[in-house]
T-cell receptor, first 116, second 111 residues
Framework: GAVVSQHPSRVICKSGTSVKIECRSL??????MFWYRQFPKKSLMLMAT?????????EQGVEKDKFLINHASLTLSTLTVTSAHPEDSSFYIC????????????FGPGTRLTVT | GQQLNQSPQSMFIQEGEDVSMNCTSS?????WLWYKQDPGEGPVLLIA?????ELTSNGRLTAQFGITRKDSFLNISASIPSDVGIYFC???????????FGTGTRLTIIP
């Protein structure tokens, strides 16, 4: 089956620093990847759609300069949380969709970010 | 952002019982998906539905795409301990790759 990995699984950083999260599709090529944020006991909220070779499309209310997304290859997208603050602490989950209408989004295991 | 209304919000059942949950939307979707999320993990796809009225099974799970395209339900028969988790519905509109997620149903099995 389709496998998506994320790294790191957990990260703790200090306020003001930047953190990079990687999302990889392991056994398929993904022209589109998605980044979600999930607060405790809440649903997934889409942050942005990452397109290989082009700029990401951000959802309303998501600061593109705060959450930098790079989708440099068909198997890798990165999310960088810049100048992190405690309110950025959350569970970040990526998903990847294989090219073709018959394929759905497969999710990574998530990254727990804690900003102190 | 938009979210789908999912009910019930939580369920407490005994092992062996059947479970039913549903999702409703004010918008029409052309795809309905059901995911399960375990604590600290990403969602795992359970069932995908592509046609209005479609009824699809995956083992003990059965899901249906509502005829109005605005709702879907998921049934789990003869629940077992590993069914515990949060179930999310998700819908995708025409010509749109983005998914809109439901508010989730937390399933707990009482010993």
């Amino acid at each position: 089956g389709a496998v998506v990995s994320q790294h790191p699984s957990r990260v703790i950083c200090k306020s003001g620093t930047s953190v990079k999260i990687e999302c990889r599709s392991l056994d398929f090529q993904a022209t589109t990847m998605f980044w979600y944020r999930q607060f405790p006991k809440k649903s997934l909220m889409l942050m942005a759609t990452s397109n290989e070779g082009s700029k990401a499309t951000y959802e309303q209310g998501v600061e593109k300069d705060k959450f930098l997304i790079n989708h440099a290859s068909l198997t890798l997208s990165t999310l960088t949380v810049t100048s992190a603050h405690p309110e950025d602490s959350s569970f970040y989950i990526c998903s990847a969709r294989r090219q073709g209408n018959s394929y759905e989004q497969y999710f990574g295991p998530g990254t727990r970010l804690t900003v102190t | 952002g938009q979210q789908l209304n999912q009910s019930p919000q939580s369920m407490f059942i005994q092992e062996g019982e059947d479970v039913s949950m549903n999702c409703t939307s004010s918008s029409i979707f052309n795809t309905w998906l059901w995911y399960k999320q375990d604590p600290g993990e990403g969602p795992v796809l359970l069932i995908a539905l592509y046609k209005a009225g479609e009824l699809t099974s995956n083992g003990r799970l059965t899901a249906q795409f509502g005829i109005t395209r605005k709702d879907s339900f998921l049934n789990i028969s003869a629940s077992i301990p590993s069914d515990v988790g949060i179930y999310f519905c998700a819908g995708r509109g025409f010509g749109n790759e983005k998914l809109t997620f439901g508010t989730g149903t937390r399933l707990t099995i009482i010993p």
